[in-house]
């Protein structure tokens, strides 16, 4: 079992900067890799990111590509998504999801644990 505990959301302008984390506990958290996701009203969870077990691999949804950036540190049990220059469209709902394989996946379907998830909001 993984528990995983998303913070860092809130409100910013147009234009700013958060940096979510994703901290996880319970079986090897180091092995498996870990999606952000999101859901604004009235639409569907998307992909935003995801990141291998190791870090090595990377990926994003074109939407956020050149905008957020998603690491992670296998010590400490956390991931993190830096979200730069963000617009209103960006906000959502953001989950963190630990998946069932190491490489990571665009297909919610692979991850097989969620967090609570933590509320964005850009103004314009």
């Known amino acids: 079992q993984v528990q995983l505990v998303e913070s860092g959301g809130g409100l910013v302008q147009a234009g700013g900067s958060l940096r979510l984390s994703c901290a996880a506990s319970?079986?090897?958290?180091?092995?498996?890799?870990v999606g952000w996701f999101r859901q604004a009203p009235g639409k569907e969870r998307e992909f935003v990111a995801a990141?291998?077990?190791?870090?090595?691999?990377?990926y994003y949804a074109d939407s956020v590509k050149g905008r957020f950036t998603i690491s992670r540190d296998n010590a400490k049990n956390t991931v993190y998504l830096q979200m730069n220059s963000l617009k209103p469209w960006d906000t959502a709902v953001y989950y963190c999801a630990v998946s069932r394989y190491g490489l990571g996946s665009t297909s919610s379907s692979e991850y097989a644990y969620w967090g609570q998830g933590t509320q964005v909001t850009v103004s314009s």
């Open positions: 319970g079986r090897i958290f180091g092995d498996y890799a």
């Open positions: 990141i291998s077990w190791g870090g090595g691999y990377t």
